[in-house]
């Protein structure tokens, strides 16, 4: 008799790291010797503020190199025509989202619900410097839900467990487009002026936010290519602050994709918003080290303003 053995699925996470190797297999590097390549990791955490809420936790990574030019996905991309420079990149990130007292028993329909998101992206950068403009464009694909491992994360680096993940978000996929828009207005040795705006849509946002950056210090231009600024020290502050149109956040209601009876009702969120974001920066040869404090003002009904920290390391080479 023949013995056949039981063929197991593969893992959640094996099923994402192949879905990792397709996506990364579908860049190619031209022949270009002069480029510089980065690669950049954050880590951000409520902790510092000592909220324990709504954005409570969040790891990225991302590598980016302006050799993958042969890529698909370049044709998607929203694009400055005869741009100066131009760099493409790929990124991975993850975000964990709670309510306002992760340790209650009682699960609060009225409050932010449990869930966490998984994405990988792709993003093409093309800069004018003459014009001083900016374009950034990204596509994401990932998941939200269960499936994105929130509550492990949580539960690992988080004291005490949250006893109501069982009431996360449905899973459901993640396809999601941004573009971001800069445009340096002032510009001089120690200050910079430059107005910013970005538009998400998708199945994870459905948003546009419109605003300004300013940048403060020992700094290189904003819109000059990375490697003529010779390596030079950069400390700097840096402060950006947006208004916020927000429709749609899956985060919130749950994904359109997939029914959510633990989401908050769509007639809860608040779709104007402010958000700010305040960093100091030190950079010199090829490292970068950032470090910022995030806010956002209440996302729905008797919310609370949501308060974060970031550390950013980022290496060139």
Request: with cysteine; aromatic share 14%.
């Amino acid at each position: 008799m023949l013995n056949f053995k039981k063929v197991t699925q593969p893992s959640i996470g094996i099923k994402c790291c192949m879905v990792v190797l397709a996506f990364l297999l579908t860049f190619k590097l031209s022949a270009q010797t002069d480029s510089i390549r980065c690669m950049s990791f954050t880590f951000s955490n409520d902790a510092v503020n000592r909220t324990n809420r709504y954005y409570t936790s969040g790891t990225s990574f991302s590598y980016m190199d302006y050799r993958f030019e042969n890529s698909f996905l370049k044709s998607i991309m929203i694009q400055l025509r005869n741009p100066t420079y131009a760099y493409c990149g790929v990124g991975l990130a993850q975000n964990v989202y709670t309510p306002d007292n992760p340790k209650s028993t009682v699960y609060n329909y009225a409050d932010r619900p449990y869930t966490a998101t998984l994405c990988l992206s792709a993003f093409y950068i093309t800069n004018s410097r003459k014009k001083r403009i900016r374009i950034t464009s990204s596509a994401q694909i990932g998941v939200i839900g269960s499936y994105a491992w929130g509550k492990e994360l949580q539960d690992q680096f988080n004291l005490g467990r949250a006893p109501n993940w069982a009431n996360q978000l449905t899973n459901a996929p993640i396809v999601n487009y941004s573009i971001t828009y800069e445009k340096g207005y002032v510009s001089n040795k120690m200050f910079e002026l430059i107005g910013k705006s970005q538009a998400e849509v998708g199945t994870l946002y459905i948003n546009a936010k419109g605003g300004i950056k300013i940048r403060t210090g020992i700094i290189r231009p904003y819109f000059i290519k990375h490697e003529e600024s010779n390596g030079k020290l950069q400390m700097y502050f840096e402060s950006e602050n947006f208004m916020k149109l927000m429709p749609y956040d899956a985060t919130l209601t749950g994904s359109y994709l997939s029914e959510n009876k633990d989401a908050l009702p769509k007639s809860s969120i608040k779709n104007i918003v402010y958000e700010g974001h305040f960093s100091a920066v030190l950079s010199k040869k090829k490292v970068r080290l950032c470090i910022s404090q995030h806010i956002s003002s209440p996302e729905f009904l008797n919310a609370y303003w949501n308060l974060w920290m970031s550390l950013k390391f980022g290496y060139a080479f």
